[in-house]
């Protein structure tokens, strides 16, 4: 479970460093040298083990669940630069509910009431932080945002799959591979030299993402996917420090009465599945 929760703060200094490139870089090339750097970022590891600790059991597995990452970073990509960072991760966390729908009907996996009602606690929270901001703004990037996450669901659910049989590094290693692949020809359609800074953002990205995606599967490969989903509501947390330290978006009394709903969730849920 703590796989997970670190998972959720890594990739939130992931978001606010990926959002400020795309402020001034297209979002398909963002994706693209994200990625790139995400395998730069794993060279060291690869050449110490040896390419053959990294040979994928199932190699077809890893690249379906690459291109369905693809098809979800694309939509996530094109709305990022538009929605401030606390937003996007309350649309976002309509995809916990789509993981515990499939994990129970894919991977026959059992859902308690607990894990429902933790769930629903730190959705509630999630609402009152989003309710007075719906103003309709976000338009269609809100909805390019919220088709990502049924998409990005059916990836994670893949890669619970893949911890049954495949070591984590194999599995975030072949994500970055396969994903770089199939973002080159959008990344190209607009490309421009980007500066230092963002260099050493995408640098930054690189060892952010690898080490975000490490911390997730490690947690889906010690627990119930289904079992974790109540903690990515602590991103919303995560996200509104990003969001003020890196944007200077004070968060609201709604932002910071919500993010204590969304902590109490968790904390009950952590200490639910502990004592199980």
Aim: hydrophobic share 55%; net charge positive.
């Amino acid at each position: 479970m703590l796989w997970v929760a670190l998972s959720g703060l890594v990739f939130s200094c992931l978001n606010a460093t990926v959002r400020s490139i795309t402020l001034s870089l297209d979002p398909f090339q963002a994706q693209f040298l994200r990625y790139v750097f995400g395998i730069v970022a794993l060279l060291p590891l690869v050449l110490r083990e040896g390419l053959l600790a990294y040979r994928p059991v199932n190699l077809s597995g890893q690249l379906w669940r690459g291109a369905v990452h693809t098809v979800g970073l694309t939509l996530w990509f094109i709305a990022l630069p538009h929605l401030g960072l606390a937003d996007m991760t309350a649309i976002g966390f309509t995809g916990p509910i789509f993981i515990m729908l499939g994990a129970s009907w894919f991977l026959g996996e059992k859902m308690r009431a607990d894990r429902w009602i933790a769930a629903c606690i730190g959705f509630a929270g999630v609402l009152v932080v989003v309710a007075p901001r719906l103003s309709g703004q976000g338009g269609w990037y809100a909805l390019a945002m919220l088709a990502s996450c049924p998409v990005f669901a059916a990836s994670f659910l893949m890669t619970k799959t893949l911890t049954r049989y495949e070591k984590p590094g194999v599995i975030v290693l072949w994500q970055a591979i396969s994903v770089t692949a199939l973002s080159l020809p959008l990344g190209l359609l607009h490309w421009s030299a980007p500066t230092n800074w963002q260099w050493l953002g995408f640098a930054m990205a690189g060892v952010l993402g690898s080490l975000g995606q490490y911390c997730l599967t490690r947690g889906f490969r010690s627990a119930d996917i289904s079992a974790t989903q109540s903690l990515r509501f602590l991103d919303l947390i995560w996200a509104s420090v990003m969001g003020w330290l890196v944007f200077s978006d004070v968060p609201s009394q709604t932002t910071l009465l919500g993010a204590l709903v969304i902590l109490a969730s968790t904390i009950w849920i952590a200490r639910r599945e502990h004592l199980r």
